[in-house]
Nanobody
Framework: QVQLVESGGGSVQPGGSLRLSCAAS????????TAWFRQVPGKEREGVAT????????HFAESMKGRLSISQDRAKNTLYLQMNSLKIEDSGIYYC????????????????????WGQGIQVTVSS
């Protein structure tokens, strides 16, 4: 089992930045991918960024590409999502997720491939 706890959410004005953190514990050595998803009311959970376990590969949602970076501190077992130039439509609940198996090509941002989830944290972008 793996436990994930997000932190760092909050409110920010358009154009601002936020960094989300996700602290992982448990059997983290079994993980292949860790990721961030966003969900807004009435819509499916959308993958925004994912990172291979060794940090060598990243993938980003087209809607946020160029404004995000995903990274990890393995000594702290923590995953980060740096979000810049935030837009109102970036608002939502952000979830940290982890996958314990390989994910097929091009499906890295599909929620059904992820086994472990954090409780979610609110990000609000408004003026």
């Amino acid at each position: 089992q793996v436990q994930l706890v997000e932190s760092g959410g909050g409110s920010v004005q358009p154009g601002g930045s936020l960094r989300l953190s996700c602290a992982a514990s448990g059997n983290i050595n079994e993980l292949y991918w860790t990721a961030w998803f966003r969900q807004v009311p009435g819509k499916e959970r959308e993958g925004v960024a994912t990172l291979y376990y060794d940090g060598s590969v990243t993938h980003f949602a087209e809607s946020m590409k160029g404004r995000l970076s995903i990274s990890q501190d393995r000594a702290k077992n923590t995953l980060y999502l740096q979000m810049n130039s935030l837009k109102i439509e970036d608002s939502g609940i952000y979830y940290c997720a982890a996958a314990k198996a390989r994910i097929p090509y091009s499906l890295w941002l599909r929620a059904n491939w992820y086994n472990y989830w954090g409780q979610g944290i609110q990000v609000t972008v408004s003026s």
